[in-house]
C-alpha cells in the first residue's frame, strides 16, 4: 500500500511516518522544507510542495492507495500565510 502524508515533518506526522514505514508501507512525504526529514528510508521519497498549492498536492495524490493530514497550527497556532 502506497501512502502519502502531509505534515510528514510535524510531531504526530513523523509518528505516523515511522510505524507506517515499520509495518511495510510505501509512504510519500509531502513537505515544503526538505531539510527537516529526521528519516531516511528506501520506502520513503519525499515531494516537496505546499498544502496551500492545490495543483502540486493534486499532481501527487492519484499514485496513492491513502491520504493522511497530519497538519497542525505548529508552535504559532496558525497557518502561513502565503
Do not use: N, W
Not at 26 to 50: C, E, M, N, Q, Y
Not at 64 to 72: I, K, M, N, P, R
Request: hydrophobic share 40%; aromatic share 6%; with cysteine.
Amino acid at each position: 500500500m502506497k501512502l502519502i502524508v502531509f505534515g510528514a515533518t510535524g510531531s504526530i506526522g513523523r509518528h505516523l511516518v515511522r510505524q507506517a514505514l515499520y509495518q511495510g508501507y510505501s509512504v510519500t512525504a509531502f513537505i515544503r522544507d526538505p531539510t527537516k526529514v529526521d528519516v531516511r528510508h528506501p520506502a520513503l521519497p519525499t515531494v516537496r510542495g505546499d498544502v496551500l498549492d492545490p495543483a502540486s498536492m493534486e499532481r501527487v495524490m492519484p499514485r496513492h492507495d491513502a491520504v493522511y493530514c497530519t497538519l497542525g497550527g505548529g508552535p504559532r497556532g496558525g497557518v502561513r500565510a502565503k
